[in-house]
Every structure is written in C-alpha cells, then in structure tokens.
C-alpha cells in the first residue's frame, strides 16, 4: 500500500491551489472591499499589520536560505563548526526591531480604536436600537418610532449611532462591508457607529456562536438615499398609526383573523402586537424569509409548517396548522407591504 509520502506533490499542488480560493469575496459581504469609514479604517489597519508582516517573512527567509547555503557542511569537514554565543549587537538588534515594528502598528490601532468607539447623539447621527434574538435582529429607530426585523434600513453617507444589546444570549452584530463587530450582550447596552457611503444591499452576520441556528443567522441591510429613508420612515409611521396594512381578499381576511388569534401574540404588525418575535409590518416588502431562504409563497408555507426544521432551535412553536390555515395565513402575510 502506499502511504502519504506517495502523493505528497499532490497535497502540496492542492495546498496552493487553494490559496487561490482565500481570495473570494462578494462586495456586500466582504472586509475587503469597504463601503463606509469604518470598514476602511480597520482595512487600513489590516494593510499596515500585514505589510509589516509580509516583510518581515521576506527578510527571515531570505537570512535563513542565505546562512543555510553559506554555512552548509563542505566535503572534508569533520566535527561541529566554532560555536558563537551571546552577540550584544545582536541580541539588542533583533529586541529593538520587533519593538519598533509594534510601536508602528500600535500607534495607528490604539487611535482609530478611540475614533470608532465614540457615541453620537441625535444631532450628529441617527439612533438605532438592535436588540439580537436567537435566531433573528430587531431593529428599532427611537427618534422616529418606528421598529423593524431582520432587514435594516439606513440613509446613505449618515452616521448611524447603534446601541446594541441581547434579549437572550450573547450575539455579535457584523456588517463585514460596514464594519463592526460587536458583541451584543443581554442587560448591557454596547455603542458602536458605522456609515455607508454608497447606496445598494448590505449583508450582517451574527459573529458568535448562539445556538443551533448560529450560522443562519442573517440579517439584510439596505441603504438608501436620504429622501426614499424618510419616505420609508413615513410610510412605516403610517401603517403603526393607521394599522392600514394588510388583508384584501377574502382568503387574506381569514387570514388575518388567524394571524390575530395565534400570532399577533408575539409578532407586531403596525401598531398593535407583541415584541417576542420579528415585527411582520412590512414583510411582504422583504427579499428574505427568516432572514436566510428566498421570499417566495412556498418558503413563508414550509416555515409556517415547521419552524424548527429550517432554523433548529428558535423560539417559534410549531403551531400545528392544516394546509388551509397555512395558505390563509401566506396569503395575508403577503398583503403586509408599506410599498406602494
Ligand atoms: Cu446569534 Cu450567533
């Protein structure tokens, strides 16, 4: 048999291969490619520590091959060459280096860490409050009394002042193209500031293990001019305060009586409803169903069928509907738009 000494050129081609891979990115979702101050700050931060590192490798490396070939055992040599030990110069030289180099790196992290930890108010910028749940985000905008879930909305080139906490375990709240992250802790409220300077969709990330669910927990965020924000704004007030949104045809107003008996206990539509699980208020308008499947009719049914079965571990009880009630209910969440 052989062993693995056979294909080690094989490991060691796939090895490199794969380094191709590590380069992989998609602009929503990605460190690398910023689309606020934040993100190119700590990008900026990235590109020095790793400069410094890169060259430092080459400068080892190339020391290393250069005493390899230099001192490398000649024909007729016999015993172990004159041994040297304890060099002031040099002892001092490889201290001082790596002091240096730290001192480099530390300067610029030590600043933009007070930079990004700042609060603003609510005349610098705009106050939204995430509170994370296993397995799904709520976002809420104080100032303008308006609350959502799972997709968040922002202006373009604003400050956003997050204040960030937990309803049950620790989450961190994480989005990569923006920056971030932060842990979000229950009865602790963390501050963290971040801005988009372009318009388009975002994707965050929950960056701490939670639960079973960890990994599917997603969240969108859309960035939009200033005048379409204000007009969401708007339009999201209206249907707290006129409770206007839903239901249209007949199967939907079944619908919706059953959304009023056995759901509206925990979600809130417009104005009325419970905190405990996402705000439905505009969730026909979402491109995401529980944050991870695509927004189709098919998808709302197979959750309302079976939570579990496509995020193991979240809070929402199978509820144990026939096909009926599930259409029903489909056909009213789809009427819950504040779009035009
Ligand atoms: Cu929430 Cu991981």
């Not at 096909?323 to 035009?340: G, I, K, N, P, R």
Request: aromatic residues 10%; negative net charge; proline residues 5%.
């Amino acid at each position: 048999m052989k062993g693995w000494q056979q294909y080690w050129r094989q490991f060691f081609l796939f090895g490199l291969l794969s380094l191709a891979l590590t380069g992989c990115g998609i602009e929503e979702l990605s460190t690398l490619k910023p689309s606020g101050p934040v993100a190119a700050m700590q990008f900026d931060l990235m590109k020095l520590s790793f400069s410094i590192m890169i060259g430092v490798f080459i400068v080892v490396m190339l020391i290393f091959t250069y005493v390899l070939i230099r001192y490398r055992k000649r024909p007729g040599q016999q015993g172990i060459p004159k041994q040297v030990e304890g060099s002031h110069t040099l002892e001092i030289l490889w201290t001082v280096i790596p002091f240096l180099l730290l001192i480099v790196m530390a300067v610029p992290t030590v600043t933009t860490n007070f930079e990004l930890s700042k609060a603003y108010s609510s005349e610098e910028a705009l106050q939204v409050r995430v509170t994370s749940h296993q397995y799904w985000w709520e976002f809420e905008y104080p100032d303008l009394g308006v609350a959502t879930a799972q997709d968040l909305v922002l202006p373009v080139g604003k400050k956003i002042q997050f204040t960030t906490t937990s309803a049950d375990v620790k989450h961190a709240f994480w989005i990569p193209a923006l920056g971030g992250k932060i842990d979000t802790n229950p009865g602790l409220e963390t501050p963290l500031w971040l801005q988009a300077d372009r318009t388009g969709i975002f994707y965050g990330k929950c960056a701490e293990l939670c639960g079973a669910s960890h990994a599917l927990m997603d969240f969108k965020v859309e960035v939009m001019e200033q005048a379409d924000f204000d007009n969401w704004i708007a339009k999201m007030k209206g249907a707290v305060e006129t409770e206007t949104v839903g239901a249209t045809s007949e199967i939907a107003k079944q619908g919706e009586e059953l959304f009023n008996q056995s759901c509206l206990g925990c979600h809130a539509v417009g104005g009325k409803g419970g905190k405990l699980g996402p705000n439905l208020t505009n969730f026909a308008d979402r491109e995401r169903v529980a944050g991870i499947l695509a927004h189709t009719p098919e998808n709302v049914a197979e959750w309302l069928k079976d939570p579990q079965k496509i995020k193991p571990g979240n809070n929402m009880p199978n509820l144990n509907l026939d096909d009926t009630q599930v259409q029903a209910l489909v056909e009213y969440m789809e009427t819950l738009s504040v779009e035009d």
